[in-house]
Nanobody, 118 residues
Framework: QVQLVESGGGLVQPGGSLRLSCVAS????????MGWYRQAPGEQRELVAA??????????NYADSVRGRFTISRDDAKIRLYLQMNSLKPEDTAVYYC?????????WGQGTQVTVSS
């Protein structure tokens, strides 16, 4: 079993920055995917950024709307996931979720609210 806990959300003005973090605990195996998703009210959940592991290679994907503004990263132990969010816009307002896929199963955090407003 895997538990994911996000933190770092909050209220920020447009143009500001936030750094989200996600800590994984429990029965940890090598992840095939680690990423961040978000869901705004009335909207579908969408990919923000993710690592995808194929064999020994790791690639990453960003939503077009955040590319160049957001950066996904992880620690050396690969159990902590981060999302650095810069130049935040009101349309970035959403609940942000951490996701980890390992051994064919997906695990999700409870989400953290990010509100961008002046």
């Amino acid at each position: 079993q895997v538990q994911l806990v996000e933190s770092g959300g909050g209220l920020v003005q447009p143009g500001g920055s936030l750094r989200l973090s996600c800590v994984a605990s429990g029965t940890i195996f090598s992840a095939s995917v680690m990423g961040w998703y978000r869901q705004a009210p009335g909207e579908q959940r969408e990919l923000v950024a993710a690592f995808v592991v194929n064999g020994g290679a790791t690639t990453y994907n960003y939503a077009d709307s955040v590319r160049g503004r957001f950066t996904i990263s992880r620690d050396d132990a690969k159990i902590r996931l981060y999302l650095q969010m810069n130049s935040l816009k009101p349309e970035d307002t959403a609940v942000y979720y951490c996701m980890r896929r390992q051994r064919g199963l997906e695990y999700w955090g409870q989400g953290t609210q990010v509100t961008v407003s002046s």
